[in-house]
């Protein structure tokens, strides 16, 4: 039978990339992760690894091995689940990662409710954006990611991967003043209004960033970037400071009124998606439960200090309309 740490040794050398990575991740030294991979290797009986210029790769056999070890892993994961279930207190430690927005707008409100639901749980929050939680993930760095998706760009699926609706939020175009497009222009047309305008976008390789380069082409123009900076609440002071014009989502002011004007952007692109992320086999435990319940309370909450409704109905509202698996 094959050593199952040693199987996850070379799972981690998948995702991580390089045996210096897997070795920095679980605090080993490189040369011990490389003589327990050697081993496995001995016991499998064919090569596992094969060079790859200065770094390796695994074999065909080695990605079999994986593909089982994966298997064998979420089979745990739903083990652990249902003894967490089992028991009467809700204990441990569930590590999250956020973006920006949303930790700065939702997360708090859904450590409050779990704080005083489950004040045994520990939770351990990071801000990261999707580009490096997903990967993250999957590497069980965290148990629970928050994901934004942009319209037309959706992240990659991961066949481990377990993901579910939490809201829509609205996106809007943000305008220096003065405006030079009147109120009557057509999304397109305030859109295009900008073209000789500065802007500030996230940096490249970002979802945002491609979504909002498309936006800008489709309407005719190349926006002319010049500031660059995953922080949003910078977009947003860059904007009020009529430094440059922004795309902006509602969850910047946290339920609060818009400090610069804004215009609606073309059809089909004006809304992200914002979803809850959690590997295969993990979404039935109790921790990850709690905390996505949570997460739409939280939604329920900001949308009802929004728009002025209570929070009781639209948390009902909310979970009846948001909790899609996808």
């Known amino acids: 039978m094959f050593d199952l740490h040693r199987l996850r040794l070379l799972r981690e050398l998948k995702h991580r990339g390089t045996l210096a990575a897997v070795a920095s991740a679980l605090s080993y030294a490189p040369s011990s992760v490389s003589q327990q991979l050697s081993q496995l290797e001995a016991e499998v009986g064919v090569p596992l690894l094969e060079p790859a210029g200065r770094r390796v ?107 579910e609706d939490l809201l829509d939020d609205p996106l809007h175009l943000a305008l220096p003043e003065p405006a030079d497009s009147p109120d009557t222009d057509s999304p397109t047309a305030a859109l295009r209004s900008l073209h000789g305008h500065p802007w500030v976008v996230e940096p490249e390789g970002t979802a945002a960033r491609h979504w909002a380069m498309a936006l800008c082409r489709n309407a005719g123009f190349e926006p002319d970037v010049r500031f660059e900076t995953t922080d949003l609440l910078l977009h947003l002071r860059l904007v009020e400071q009529k430094h440059a014009a922004a795309f902006l989502p509602d969850l910047v002011w946290y339920g609060h009124s818009p400090t610069v004007a804004l215009r609606q952007l073309p059809r089909g692109q004006r809304a992200r998606r914002i979803s809850t992320v959690v590997r295969r086999g993990r979404s039935r435990h109790p921790a990850v439960l709690a905390c996505r319940d949570a997460l739409l309370r939280a939604v329920a909450l900001h949308s009802g200090r929004a728009q002025g409704g209570t929070a009781l109905e639209l948390i009902s509202r909310g979970a009846a309309r948001s909790r899609r698996p996808r």
Do not use: C, K, W
């Open 57 to 163: 790769r695994l074999t065909a056999q080695a990605e079999i091995l994986v593909a089982h070890t994966e298997a064998v892993l979420e089979r745990l994961e739903r083990a652990e689940a249902e003894i967490a279930t089992s028991l009467s207190d809700l204990t441990g430690t569930l590590r999250i990662a956020s973006f920006q927005t949303a930790a700065l707008a939702l997360v708090p409100t859904a450590l409050g409710l779990l704080r005083d639901l489950h004040p045994q749980l520990r939770v351990h929050v990071t801000h990261m954006e999707p580009e490096r939680s997903l990967p993250a993930l999957l590497a069980r760095d965290f148990d629970l990611v928050l994901a934004e998706e942009y319209p037309g760009n959706p992240n990659p699926r991961s066949s481990e991967l377990e993901q």
